[in-house]
């Protein structure tokens, strides 16, 4: 199984950001997706998550700011995040959920700064 997450970098106050992620070597539509967020000395903290129905879940922290979407087509979630905030720095991680295991991708760093 492979998670390759893409789109993070450094983006202004205010700003938007699109984040990606392909996956292989599961059966996508099946399977649960979720971004993660990590800050220095801090655990993992769910940001979102679509599960098999297109249903989503949202931190606080996040809701109605970003988005969580899937293509099952493309084998691939989406994170769009909007009115970005500095709290929202971090490194974003992909995670998969089957029905048996889970996933997880790299990694991708967003930094929220002027």
């Known amino acids: 199984v492979q998670l390759v997450e893409s789109g993070g970098g450094l983006v202004q106050p205010g700003g938007s950001v699109r984040l990606s992620c392909a996956a292989s070597?599961?059966?996508?539509?099946?399977?649960?997706m979720s971004w993660y967020r990590q800050t220095p000395g801090k655990e993992r903290d769910l940001v979102a998550t679509?599960?098999?129905?297109?249903?989503?879940i949202y931190a606080d922290s996040v809701k109605g700011r970003f988005t969580i979407s899937r293509d099952n087509g493309k084998n691939t979630v989406y994170l769009e995040m909007n009115s970005l905030k500095p709290e929202d720095t971090g490194v974003y991680y992909c995670?998969?959920?089957?029905?048996?295991?889970?996933?997880w991708g790299q990694g991708t760093q967003v930094t929220v700064s002027s």
């Open positions: 995670h998969a959920r089957t029905s048996f295991n889970f996933y």
């Open positions: 070597g599961v059966t996508f539509r099946w399977t649960t």
């Open positions: 679509i599960g098999t129905g297109s249903n989503t």
